[in-house]
């Protein structure tokens, strides 16, 4: 149980584009979705936090203007990677909570983003 | 800002030893969660302990905490060349955000 589906796991796209991502749970409803940041040999840094159907909460020094969360249900979150850089390529990870404080978090498999 | 530090960075041992990870943290916890992630995927959760617990076991998993050092050791005995992936500590401090350390990567060779 508790399986976390993302989307797609790899995109390659030209600089300028937007990129949409999506975080599904697939067996639970999830109460609160997380979107991860990871460079390369590093830890993961979250960028937000999502409860649905309501905004969600950025980390400081995370665009919200730039990265665009919408959770509008207990299974789907997406995150848009608006006017995407190169600065901007990474491996974003969601994952997805149920039952809130203390509750072990269910992860995605990751999204490679290549800008070029 | 990351609140936990594993140790050490890297780990290469033969199939069959046993791995230990250590991992400290700076302020009060409500528990300390271990997670694996195998190279370009996700993350998997494997073991949750609570602050008021010192000791967990999961299969071949033994974890530990000492509240009063701020540490944790994740022990992984008979290990497997499938337990080659990078383990990361997390901590939940004071509400439900998990803050990662930056993670042990774990070499079993066969």
């Known amino acids: 149980g508790a399986v976390v589906s993302q989307h797609p796991s790899r995109v390659i796209c030209k600089s300028g584009t937007s990129v949409k991502i999506e975080c599904r749970s697939l067996d639970f409803q999830a109460t609160t979705m997380f979107w991860y940041r990871q460079f390369p040999k590093q830890s993961l840094m979250l960028m937000a936090t999502?409860?649905?159907?309501?905004?969600?909460?950025?980390e400081q020094g995370v665009e919200k203007d730039k990265f665009l969360i919408n959770h509008a249900s207990l299974t789907l979150s997406t995150l848009t990677v608006t006017s995407a850089h190169p600065e901007d390529s990474s491996f974003y990870i969601c994952?997805?909570?149920?039952?809130?404080?203390?509750?072990?978090?269910?992860f995605g498999d990751g999204t490679r983003l290549s800008i070029l | 800002s990351q609140q936990g530090e594993e140790d050490p960075q890297a780990l290469s041992i033969q199939e069959g030893e046993n791995a230990t990870m250590n991992c400290s943290y700076k302020t009060s916890i409500n528990n300390l969660q271990w997670y694996r992630q195998n190279s370009g995927r996700g993350l998997v959760h494997l073991i949750l302990i609570r602050s008021n617990e010192r000791e967990k076991h999961s299969g071949r998993l033994r974890v530990t905490l000492d509240t009063s050092k701020k540490s944790s050791s994740l022990l992984i005995t008979a290990s497997r060349a499938a337990d080659t992936a990078s383990y990361f500590c997390a901590t939940a401090p004071n509400d439900y955000k998990l803050s990662f350390g930056a993670g042990t990567t774990v070499t079993v060779r066969a």
């Open positions: 994952s997805a909570q149920h039952g809130g404080v203390g509750q072990p978090q269910h």
């Open positions: 999502s409860n649905e159907g309501s905004k969600a909460t950025y």
